[in-house]
Structures are given as structure tokens and as C-alpha cells.
């Protein structure tokens, strides 16, 4: 039987939820199912603000933010971890366009 993977992506990693994401990975854990985590960084001067989170599960990555008007996207460069997923959690927000992606490809 192979392990299932779980991957939350997160467009910020603000410090109030590192608790919360290490308990899901030890209770994951507990049920044989491998938990990643991947996080950009915030807009320039915004809140709330990513804090590391030095984890062998945990994964940082590099937002790209691109204004079109009044409105400001998000390219999140997850995809090439997201393949062997089982369960990918993404926020649902319109601004991401990984969101986008997934609702074409996956």
C-alpha cells in the first residue's frame, strides 16, 4: 500500500497557524498519511506577514504578485510538488491563479 500525501498551499504562513499545521502533521502522521505544506510571502508592506517554519514538511515558495488595475494577482510555483498528491487544500481565493489551473488541469 503506498502513503497518501496531503498538500496545503498557502499564500502566507502568518505565525499563528505554524501550531495548528504541526498538529496536523503529527496526526496525519499518526495515520500513515505524509503532510506537506507550501507557503509564499506576503504583498510588499502588507499583512498579515509570513513567518518561517523550519520543518522538513514545510516548503517555501515564491509568490509573484502582478497588478492588472485595481486588482493584484498571485502566481504560486506549486504545481511541480503538487503531482503526487492525493489532496491538494488550496485557498479559495480569486486572486490566485494556481486556483485557476487546478480547475483545468486537475
Not at 499563528?16 to 504541526?22: D, K, P, T
Not at 500513515?32 to 513567518?51: H, M
Request: positive net charge; contains cysteine.
Amino acid at each position: 500500500m503506498t502513503r497518501k500525501i496531503v498538500t496545503v498551499v498557502q499564500r502566507v504562513l502568518p505565525h499563528y497557524r505554524h501550531a495548528f499545521f504541526r498538529k496536523l502533521e503529527s496526526e496525519l502522521s499518526k495515520k500513515g498519511i505524509e503532510f506537506r505544506l507550501l507557503y509564499g510571502q506576503e504583498y510588499p508592506c502588507a499583512v498579515p506577514s509570513t513567518v518561517m517554519l523550519e520543518e522538513a514538511w514545510a516548503k517555501r515558495i515564491e509568490n509573484r504578485y502582478f497588478g492588472i488595475g485595481q486588482r493584484k494577482l498571485v502566481w504560486q510555483p506549486a504545481l511541480k510538488y503538487l503531482n503526487d498528491s492525493d489532496l491538494v487544500i488550496i485557498e479559495n481565493a480569486s486572486s490566485l491563479l494556481l486556483n485557476y489551473l487546478m480547475i483545468f488541469t486537475g
